[in-house]
């Protein structure tokens, strides 16, 4: 009768550690998924930053601000003339 | 019982039969269970983990050059390439029309492409299409046409830095200038990883990793984007102004000896490469070799004061205006008389310089033409630098010995000589240039005695302020430099009418900050004078550069239009408008 029960119990025991085993795979899975879309996500923003640099580099090109300046803000370099020396 | 035994009895060979029969299937069952198990087994896994093993790219994107105030001159962004399967396009083919339009590209041409190729099961219809021409391709949703990721590199700043930044080829590979020279740390390499993927494509499980991912070191340059563009324009007009074939300017940190700028005319835009003429690709300021003329004269004196038989005072007499050399002669545009160092830099005396040499020893001369660099390597890291050309004093012959002085017989290049006129700007020390944005400088050696150097500069000064120098001149600055027109050396000898015009400029003169160096090649709109066509190229790009770099003018109160004013204190904080 001992040994029956101590059968009993270590099959219950192996049996939760098979439950258990169910739910950590279960949950890694679920966890590498989130891992998978949280590096893509990743990937995505680094992108888009890049982009992101370029456009501004693009717009701050020293050709366009100078054209900008002038053409449309009616912007001159000082004149030698306006400079006062402030002491 | 009897009777039972009887029946087994009946029919053994029946039974027998039977009895075999099942033995034998058993035992094919068993050996083909063996079979598969031994030996066909790598088979069979392989193609089994085909169904779900896969090999995933971790994209990687190659490295960001950058100008050295954070300013991207080179980036890649991600793209996409288009290509097809020839024979299944072929089965829609009232669709190409479509297809043509969403890649910008010629019907009669894509036609040419796929039909021309249609026993190849791979065809690039366009590689690298910008995000628009990509979306589109993906909405045609056509079958045999199919989208593959990669990256395309920009340069913002286009052709302004071109022939330093350089450029990469499609496969991302660098092809000139920083992105050749730098190759190696700025390429990227996709990791590669097996997974498994499940019904749906998605990726269940990582299982090994098969090559780690090396990112793009990005790369900050010494350039100024803002000084560039300066020398930049101010170069391209010049070149323009004068019809000259082509140009050259480059500008030094003087301390670090960092390059803040470095162009060339003509140029080409990186972005856009067809229709591109291969010589505008050069470097010309590292790959062009010629002789420094007058510019190297600077570096004569520099022996004579060097020499101590000479000092700031000693006269030397160049009348009249003539040198005989044995068959040779020596040339000024007139009779000088008897000159003083300052002088025969002012008046760029041939004569007088070609006596300073030739009272010197040959060795003593070529050991200070060698030491501030002329001729040897900057080592500076871009490609296809030419070294050029000092030759050893012990074959030196007497007219060559002379010519020397005044820069005929030694070839250099242009971040050469930029490098030799900064030894006499920092104090006398021959300073390793760098094309990379340096957080401590480079390794310098002293070459000059500082008494030598500053004396040089307060001679150049000279030369800016009164003599052929003139428009070099920064308002508010004070300017050291020296100008040089060069007779171009062809295969025929010296050109009659073919001219370098040169400027070698410091700013400011009193306590140095930049170097720089303009070289104009063959003007031929009747100016050729260095003075006249490389000196405001000089005054043009180093007046904007001063002001960008924060630069304290030396000279404000030398200027009848600058007005001394005392601070008042009721102008802090009112609007510009207020100001007197």
């Known amino acids: 009768v001992k040994g029956g029960l101590i059968v009993l119990f270590l099959t219950a025991l192996i049996f939760c550690s098979a439950i258990e085993l169910i739910l950590t795979r279960h949950k890694s899975r679920a966890l590498f998924v989130e891992l998978q879309n949280l590096q893509q996500h990743q990937y995505t923003l680094q992108q888009k930053h890049r982009q992101l640099i370029l456009e501004q580099a693009t717009w701050s090109t020293y050709p366009r601000v100078e054209n900008v300046a002038r053409q449309s803000l009616d912007m001159v370099p000082q004149r030698y003339e306006d400079i006062f020396t402030l002491r | ?580």
């Open chain 2, 1 to 580: 019982m009897n009777e039972g035994t009887k029946v087994t009895s009946l029919f053994p060979a029946r039974r027998l039969l039977v009895v075999m029969v099942f033995l034998l299937c058993a035992s094919t069952l068993g050996w083909r269970v063996v079979d598969l198990q031994l030996n066909e087994k790598d088979f069979l896994q392989g193609h089994g983990a085909d169904r779900y093993l896969r090999i995933n790219q971790i994209q990687s994107d190659r490295g960001i050059v950058f100008d050295r105030n954070g300013e991207a001159l080179a980036i890649s962004i991600p793209s996409a390439s288009v290509w097809a399967e020839p024979k299944v396009l072929m089965k829609n083919r009232e669709r190409w029309i479509e297809l043509a339009d969403a890649i910008n590209m010629p019907l009669g041409h894509l036609e040419a492409l796929v039909t021309g190729r249609l026993n190849r099961n791979f065809v690039y219809l366009r590689r690298q299409l910008t995000p628009e021409q990509s979306r589109r391709v993906a909405e045609l949703d056509l079958s045999g046409v199919s989208l593959q990721e990669d990256s395309r590199r920009y340069y913002p700043s286009a052709e302004v830095t071109s022939h330093v930044v350089g450029f990469t080829n499609v496969d991302d590979q660098g092809q000139e200038g920083v992105e050749l020279e730098f190759d190696e740390s700025l390429s990227a390499v996709p990791g590669l990883r097996r997974v498994i993927k499940d019904r749906l494509g998605r990726v269940i499980e990582e299982l090994e990793e098969l090559r780690e991912r090396k990112k793009g070191e990005p790369i900050h340059l010494s350039i100024d984007d803002r000084v560039q563009y300066a020398a930049y324009r101010a170069l391209k007009t010049a070149v323009h102004r004068h019809a000259a074939r082509a140009g050259s300017m480059v500008i030094l940190d003087v301390r670090t000896g960092e390059i803040l700028a470095l162009v060339n005319q003509p140029s080409f835009n990186p972005n856009n490469r067809s229709g591109l003429k291969p010589e505008n690709l050069r470097n010309r300021a590292v790959t062009d070799l010629f002789e420094p003329g007058s510019t190297a004269k600077p570096f004569t004196i520099a022996a004579a004061l060097e020499s101590s038989h000479y000092d700031k005072e000693s006269i030397v007499d160049t009348a009249p205006g003539l040198l005989e050399i044995g068959q040779h002669s020596v040339t000024d545009i007139e009779n000088f008389g008897n000159l003083n160092l300052t002088n025969i830099l002012v008046k760029s005396s041939n004569v007088g310089a070609s006596k300073i040499a030739l009272s010197l020893e040959p060795r003593f001369l070529w050991n200070v033409f060698q030491s501030v660099g002329l001729g040897t390597s900057t080592e500076v890291a871009l490609p296809g630098e030419i070294i050029g050309r000092l030759k050893h004093y012990s074959h030196w012959r007497d007219i060559e010995h002379a010519t020397q002085s005044f820069g005929y017989g030694l070839s250099l290049n242009v971040i050469q000589l930029a490098r030799a006129y900064a030894v006499i700007a920092n104090g006398g020390w021959l300073q390793k240039l760098s094309i990379k944005k340096l957080e401590t400088p480079g390794h310098r050696e002293r070459v000059l005695k500082r008494e030598t150097t500053e004396e040089l500069l307060g001679m150049l000064t000279r030369v800016v302020d009164s003599g052929t120098g003139k428009k070099g001149q920064v308002r508010g600055y004070s300017v050291a430099g020296k100008t040089g027109t060069v007779h171009k050396n062809t295969t025929s000898g010296y050109a009659s009418n073919r001219y370098l015009s040169l400027f070698a400029g410091i700013i400011p003169a009193t306590d140095p900050e930049l170097v720089a160096v303009v070289v104009v090649d063959e003007p031929r709109k009747g100016e050729y004078f260095g003075g006249r066509v490389a000196a405001p190229v000089f005054a043009s790009a180093m007046s904007d550069a001063v002001r960008l770099l924060d630069i304290r003018p030396d000279r404000p109160f030398e200027d009848s239009y600058t007005k001394v004013v005392a601070i008042d204190e009721s102008w802090i904080g009112t609007p510009s408008g207020a100001y007197p």
